[in-house]
């Protein structure tokens, strides 16, 4: 167990909805970052908060957002979603920034299946 | 970039060696090993750091090259609770903030 918590475990919804994933970092852990797994991408790096701002930003699509709270869990909204949104999507924590020597901890991920 | 890993499977018994490496086309500055087991989270095994370093912990462990931007890991006396998909994780960047840049993995099988 990571300390990395991630609601729901397992989401089905329809093309066109939005969801809400939510994810709570391990205590005391500063950075939030949140990646896409799916057999055709493999691992992606969508995109990263540290103490509530906005730090690094990979793949991510214009229909996807997120936040971080002041009690720095966040949530990852994804909007008009299409089939080829249904993916695995993980939540990492790490203490700070971020960078070349901080450890990543991964949440369980939520399963979106999209029909 | 996305890192390029080697093999894509292998097959081992238990006990045999295994080394799976990871190369970039583009300047390394950590790489970060994972393993996942099917449907779960990917788990954090170690980093490497420039410099050359190997690291490792009982069985398990990795070294990186700079000069050729890889690393590799090495499995030694392979064990059952070993098996399932290894991912290096790469940062290209230097400058701090950055997502893991994964390969599409190594899936490891080990057979009694």
């Known amino acids: 167990d990571s300390g990395v918590t991630q609601t729901p475990k397992h989401l089905i919804t329809a093309t066109g909805q939005r969801v809400t994933l939510r994810c709570s970092p391990r205590?005391?852990?500063?950075?939030v970052y949140w990646y896409q797994q799916s057999l055709d991408q493999g691992l992606q790096f969508l995109i990263q908060?540290?103490?509530?701002?906005?730090?690094a930003k990979g793949n991510i699509l214009e229909r996807f957002s997120a936040q971080q709270f002041p009690d720095l869990h966040s949530e990852l909204n994804l909007s008009s979603l299409e089939l080829g949104d249904s993916a695995l999507y993980f939540c990492?924590?790490?203490?700070?920034?971020?960078?070349?020597?901080?450890?990543?901890?991964f949440g369980p991920g939520t399963r979106l299946l999209v029909l | 970039q996305q890192p390029v890993q080697s093999p894509q499977a292998v097959i081992l018994r238990e006990g045999e060696d295994a080394v799976i490496n990871c190369s970039s086309s583009k300047a390394l500055y950590s790489v970060h090993w994972y393993r996942q087991k099917h449907g779960e989270a990917p788990v954090f095994l170690m980093i490497l750091l420039k410099g050359g370093e190997q690291k490792g912990h009982e069985k398990i462990s990795a070294s990186f090259n700079e000069k050729k931007q890889q690393s590799s890991l090495y499995l030694t006396a392979s064990q059952l609770s070993y098996s399932g998909t290894y991912f290096c994780?790469?940062?290209?960047?230097?400058?701090?903030?950055?997502?893991?840049?994964f390969g599409k993995g190594t899936h490891l099988i080990i057979q009694p």
């Open positions: 908060y540290y103490n509530g701002e906005e730090r």
């Open positions: 994780g790469t940062v290209n960047s230097g400058g701090g903030a950055d997502g893991l840049t």
């Open positions: 990492a924590s790490s203490p700070e920034g971020g960078g070349i020597q901080e450890t990543q901890y």
């Open positions: 205590s005391g852990d500063l950075s």
